[in-house]
């Protein structure tokens, strides 16, 4: 697997059970992407899913046998590519994989607020992280602040012209 573009997508737990299985903590929105055969990196060597459990949050991959083996691969992340990812899932309208969003512009109502410069999970709700424009953190704005990526803020992802429109989101940044 080309390892240019290494887009990190789950971070494997604890063993569990006798056999190998492992806890997987997801860092995707698209647990689809573990079928059986599906090929990742990590930072101990590429692995082939054997078997995933969606219901128990667990995987097994190919190799595996016992525990002792699964206990080394505890704490490794999964990591995939851009290509992979967007062929392994499929995108509904208005669904964006966190890298496409990272970089664009934030406006509201002609004005721009600033670049998404990242994207933050906290309590199940994304959040992007937008580092204020120059022009209003010179008025005394904060250098960065957070808008909650949901229909009440976000009008509109324009990936053609690298921009996010939003409502209310300035007003986000005034009270920042």
């Known amino acids: 697997m080309e390892t240019s573009e290494r887009l990190p997508v789950a971070r494997i737990g604890k063993t569990v059970g006798l056999r190998g299985d492992l ?3 997801l860092l995707t929105d698209f647990p689809e992407q573990f079928k059986k055969g599906a090929r990742f990196m990590s930072d101990r060597g590429d692995l082939i899913v054997r078997s ?29 590519t851009k290509e992979a990812g967007e062929e392994a899932c499929d995108l509904k309208e208005g669904e964006y994989f966190w890298y496409q ?55 509109r992802v324009d990936l ?13 940044l005034e009270a920042s």
């Open 23 to 25: 806890r997987l903590n």
């Open 52 to 80: 995933y459990n969606p219901e128990r949050g667990t995987v097994r991959f190919e190799g595996i046998e016992e525990v002792e083996e699964a206990k080394k691969l505890t704490n490794a992340y999964l990591y995939t």
């Open 101 to 155: 969003i990272i970089g664009l512009t934030v406006e509201e109502e002609g004005e721009t607020l600033g670049r998404v410069g990242d994207i933050e999970r906290l309590a199940g709700t994304d959040y992007m992280v937008v580092e204020t424009a120059s022009d209003l953190a010179e008025t005394g704005a904060p250098d960065s602040f957070l808008i909650p990526f949901i229909d009440r803020y976000v009008d």
């Open 160 to 172: 053609e012209e690298k921009k996010v429109l939003t409502r209310g989101a300035k007003a986000i």
